[in-house]
Structure formats: structure tokens, C-alpha cells
């Protein structure tokens, strides 16, 4: 079974700031992929990043970058040039790379950007 | 290219009451997920299709929820009879292939029980 642990019920960063939030997770899988999400007011799930569990490079998409530490089992969410408009929930999530197995989510931290 | 569409984006009804709900998937997408996301918690699987059939659908409660997805495309999932535990909202999300990493999801519906 896998499990994703949020410990940042919510954090508060001031724009055009740098904020990270934290993931671990546990899994016993070998192959994985770490997914974050963004999750507006409005309730749509938005795909922000990816990383599998076999990729050297730390994924980056646009301000989004994924602190990811195999070793540590951690997968943090790093977003720079924090805007008004990413005030959201953020989930993290993972997923084993074999069979069907879908999306573990996290609890979610809460984020709030302030001018 | 269309998202994945949802319908009602809100209901209200009374504890056992039915309801249902509408989903479609990407053109294209061969796998559909409906999650039940609880207020405060991550979404949480509720079933799972390949195509027209169910691939994992460990987590529905049964007695009470049904979905389908009769020609592989969109699907319904249905509450009978409705509790009070069932108030959250509901998302449908599809992938191109059973394997494929990144899940895209609906705007959701947003279910209130009385």
C-alpha cells in the first residue's frame, strides 16, 4: 500500500516569494511516479508536475520544480515567484508504475498568497 | 482540446434521495476514475474503467453506489440512497491509457446531503 503524508495543513508566503511545500510518502514499489496538483476554489484538479521514481533530474515546469530525495522518500513541491493567483490546495500524489494502480493522494496543504 | 466534462457542478438533496452524475472523459481517453473527495482530505478512488469495463472498483461501497460506462465513452455514476456521509465532491478524471501517468480531471460535482 502507499501512503503520502502533507504535514503543512496550510502556509502562508508573500508574492513574488519562494514557498515549499513538503511531501513524503511510502510505498514499497520500486517503480513510481510523484504527481503534484493544484486545486483552486473551484474544485478542478490541475496538473501542475511530474517525477518518476527513476528520473536523475529534478522535474521543473515553468516556477514549479519537484525537490525530489529518493532516499529520503520526499517529494517537495517548490514554487518560485509566488503569485496571487496560486492561492490554492496543493496535493501531493503518487502512483505505482505497475498494473492499474492509480493516484494516492495526500491530505493537501493549503496555501495563501499575500500581496 | 475539450477537458473533461462534468455534470451537475452542484446538488443538494435529502438523506435517501438518489442522484446521479455525469461524466465525459477526453476524446480519446480509454480510462475513466470517479473519486470521492470528503471536505479536508485528497480524493479518494471509487472505481475505475478500461474501456467499458470495470478495472478496480475495491473502494464503492456497493449497497449503495453503481456506476457504468456502457459504450466505453462517458459514464454515470449514481447514489441510492444517499447519507449524509456522502456529502463531498465527486471527480471524474481519464487517461489515455490504463499505464499513462498523468491523470486529468473534471471540474467536479459538488454534493450536499440534508
Known amino acids: 500500500a502507499q501512503k503520502i503524508t502533507q504535514t503543512q495543513p496550510g502556509m502562508f508566503v508573500q508574492e513574488k516569494e519562494a514557498v515549499t511545500l513538503d511531501c513524503t510518502y511510502d510505498t514499497s514499489d520500486q517503480s513510481y511516479g510523484l504527481f503534484w496538483y493544484k486545486q483552486p476554489s473551484s474544485g478542478e484538479m490541475i496538473f501542475l508536475i511530474y517525477?518518476?521514481?527513476?528520473?536523475?533530474q529534478n522535474a521543473t515546469e515553468g516556477r514549479y520544480s519537484l525537490n525530489f530525495q529518493k532516499a529520503r522518500k520526499s517529494a517537495n513541491l517548490v514554487i518560485s515567484a509566488s503569485q496571487l493567483g496560486d492561492s490554492a490546495m496543493y496535493f501531493c500524489?503518487?502512483?505505482?508504475?505497475?498494473?492499474?494502480?492509480?493516484?494516492?493522494f495526500g491530505k493537501g496543504t493549503m496555501l495563501l498568497v499575500s500581496p | 482540446e475539450a477537458g473533461v466534462a462534468q455534470s451537475p457542478r452542484y446538488k443538494i438533496i435529502e438523506k435517501r434521495q438518489s442522484v446521479a452524475f455525469w461524466c465525459n472523459p477526453i476524446?480519446?481517453?480509454?480510462?475513466l476514475y470517479w473519486y470521492q473527495q470528503i471536505l479536508g482530505q485528497g480524493p479518494k478512488l471509487l472505481i475505475q474503467?478500461?474501456?467499458?469495463?470495470?478495472?478496480?472498483d475495491s473502494q464503492l461501497p456497493k449497497d449503495r453506489f453503481s456506476a457504468e460506462r456502457l459504450k466505453g465513452v462517458d459514464s454515470t455514476l449514481k447514489i441510492q440512497p444517499a447519507k449524509l456521509e456522502d456529502s463531498a465532491v465527486y471527480l471524474c478524471?481519464?487517461?489515455?491509457?490504463?499505464?499513462?501517468?498523468?491523470?486529468?480531471f473534471g471540474p467536479g460535482t459538488r454534493l450536499t446531503v440534508l
Open positions: 474503467f478500461q474501456n467499458n469495463g470495470v478495472v478496480d
Open positions: 476524446s480519446g481517453h480509454a480510462t
Open positions: 478524471a481519464s487517461t489515455p491509457k490504463p499505464r499513462e501517468d498523468t491523470q486529468y
Open positions: 500524489a503518487m502512483r505505482p508504475r505497475s498494473g492499474y494502480s492509480t493516484l494516492t
Open positions: 517525477q518518476g521514481s527513476y528520473d536523475e
